[in-house]
């Protein structure tokens, strides 16, 4: 099973609403990877997940929370997000942080209003 | 510091025509290169990689790279192109960057196949 799954594939909130992302893999793989991608743009990093714990914070502002329960889930927890945070979020795994080709789950498309 | 620069942002093919998406990475230690393929409304799904050994890598749909270091190029290839193959491409580099390994991604070429 080389598949990483993701829900909800759409999602639509409001700027005061409270919602959450969730990414799993069940490939035994120990990174875990969230992006953020524009249209026409290429995927741009966000947090890193090595071993379930955060190695990698892209600067992002806190309203974004991610969260790793254990080495096949991974959440990301949004609040008070701003009209620019409408995005496709796309979560990947890799069998380790490093040179290992990643594998990306079919991301979430997300519109604040 | 590593990069990757993506020559052209669109590139246009009829069917049955040679592909070519350039790609050209900068970095300081040996590099791990990717292509990465991107339909409409999915997320982004590996064609081929290079680590080590062999320079021409082979991969899925068709697809090859040629990994040439005095050039410092990664170059994907089709020899014909097919509908199906019209999508966004991502050649991305991965190495040490500050004692992490984090992948850098080239800003993309939209692949357009006429009839």
């Known amino acids: 099973d080389t598949e990483v799954t993701q829900t909800p594939k759409h999602l639509v909130m409001g700027m005061t609403n409270k919602k959450s992302l969730k990414c799993e893999q069940h490939m035994g793989h120990r990174a875990m990877y969230w992006y953020k991608q524009k249209a026409k743009k290429p995927p741009e990093l966000m947090f890193v997940y090595s071993y379930e714990k955060l190695s990698i914070n892209e600067s992002v502002p806190s309203r974004f929370s991610p969260e790793c329960p254990n080495s096949s889930l991974l959440n990301l927890h949004l609040h008070a997000l701003q009209p620019e945070d409408s995005a496709l979020y796309l979560c990947?795994?890799?069998?380790?942080?490093?040179?290992?080709?990643?594998?990306f789950g079919p991301g979430t498309r997300l519109t604040v209003t | 510091a590593q990069s990757v620069t993506q020559l052209g942002s669109h590139v246009s093919v009829s069917e049955g025509a040679l592909v070519l998406l350039r790609c050209n990475y900068s970095s300081s230690v040996p590099p791990y290169l990717f292509w990465y393929v991107q339909y409409p409304n999915q997320g982004l799904q590996l064609l081929l990689k290079y680590t080590t050994g062999a320079t021409l890598v082979k991969g899925i749909n068709g697809f090859e790279a040629e990994f040439k270091k005095s050039e410092t190029s990664f170059h994907l290839t089709k020899p014909s192109a097919h509908m199906s193959d019209a999508a966004e491409y991502f050649c991305a580099v991965s190495g040490a960057s500050g004692g992490s390994y984090i992948p850098t991604f080239g800003r993309g070429t939209s692949l357009i196949v006429h009839p």
């Open positions: 990947a795994s890799s069998r380790q942080t490093g040179t290992y080709e990643q594998y």
